[in-house]
């Protein structure tokens, strides 16, 4: 009983410690930007926002879930897993709904620590090596970055841990909530629940196997009313629509496309098209083109500038003459694709990816202002920028190794989990941006944390 109130009161003084702290960067990074704006800022705000936010209150107001967009797109741009969070705190505190949602991120963090601990525990990982590990969860700002954001990066990371607590523990209805929180959430990371439903019809494990098809319906009662609306399957990523009003047309789904031969930087990429958008003449198109390597520019540079002509025109998206001009446009653009594809094959299935996942992989995540500006070139920031990149790296490169290790099969699964996630984003979705990884980071710690290396060396020899 004594040792029981010992781990459990060392357990509580981490996270409070830990919630404290993240609460300490974020309330100074918060007035910093205030102090620069000269603003009485809630939250950081972002170009997202509205698409998370909006719906929810337009659904109080008219009965719809949509944002404020044009086009159809904005009956679906975003998943309802986060809206339906604000739209629980403005109900309860209304015009205070972001302070709500701030609460509800710290609190979620808090418990996350409490989480992280109790998974340590239930694999009888030592006392001292949990409480060194969770600290190190709790001390680094990367695990609660996003946590006065209004995205879904500020409640994702706690959502994916619990879901996995409860899968390891057997909680079923907490793993319910949690999972189809999880999914309504973040879609992207369906990757975990799916490989957690595979392992539990291996194991035959009955209960488990109805709670997690359970959990998947409402994502798929979702994708149906997308599809529905749309009437087209309109896949993960549902924002772009030729009834859109809005930059998210197939003109601009076309040279996503074609710039994903080359681009990982998805900050660029929207850099450029935006920029082109707005350009007022060519010199301008010309100087973003430089930005586009140069084995690319000849055949893009006239694509930019048909795209500048299509997006100014006053009659967009509307005119039937207009519709057949981006038709045209997309044509082109999908045979300038084909083109430059056959003629970069090792840039398209090599390079690039290999670029995105360097990109993800040598971002250190402390995305504050008071760490990118204020701190930086400090001493004490830059070693802990080197740290944090180090210990990201390490996790992925743990999941790697838990992989020939004789470690329980669930760990093998959620490594693997981590390992696809991360082809994914890679591979397929490219252009990222670095937050993307957010979700994964109290999982990846984890991993560092269940590497026994004397065992490393023996079972991978062995497996050969």
Known sequence: MKSFLSHNYKMLLIALIGAVLAFFWQEINLHTLNAIQSENLQTIPTADDASYLAPPLNFLENGEWADNSEGISRYFQRPPGYGFIYLISYLTLGENAV????????????????????????????????IVFTSIFALLPIYSGFMYYTLTEGISPFLLLVSMYAFFKKKSTLLLVCTILLLLVRPQLIIFPLLCLIFSIIQKEKRQITIL??????????????????????????????KNISLFRPGHEALTKL?????????????????????????????????IPKQFQTDVFPLLLQFNQLYQREDYGKSEDFLQTEREFVQTVNHTYSKLLRKNLTTNYIVTPFLSAKYLLTKSQLNLYIFQKTFRGSWWMEILRICCVALINLG??????????????????????CLIYLFYLSFFQRMNEERYLVPLLPILLLMVSMIRVKSVRFTFIKNL
């Open 396 to 417: 992925f490169i743990a999941c790697l190794f838990i992989l020939f290790q004789p470690i329980k099969i669930e760990w093998k699964l959620i490594a693997l989990a």
């Open 259 to 291: 710039f994903k031969i080359w681009e990982y930087d998805g900050e660029r990429f929207h850099t450029i098209i935006g920029s082109t958008c707005s350009a007022q003449n060519q010199d301008e198109i010309e100087l973003l083109n430089t930005h």
């Open 99 to 130: 302070i709500g949602l701030k609460f509800i991120q710290w609190l979620s963090y808090l418990l996350s620590i409490i989480l992280f601990y109790k998974i340590l525990e239930h694999f009888q990982i030592s006392t001292k090596k949990t």
């Open 213 to 242: 098809l359970i959990a998947f319906l409402p994502l798929i009662f979702w994708n149906l009313r997308t599809t529905f609306i749309a009437k087209e399957w309109m896949g993960i990523h549902p924002i772009y629509s030729d």
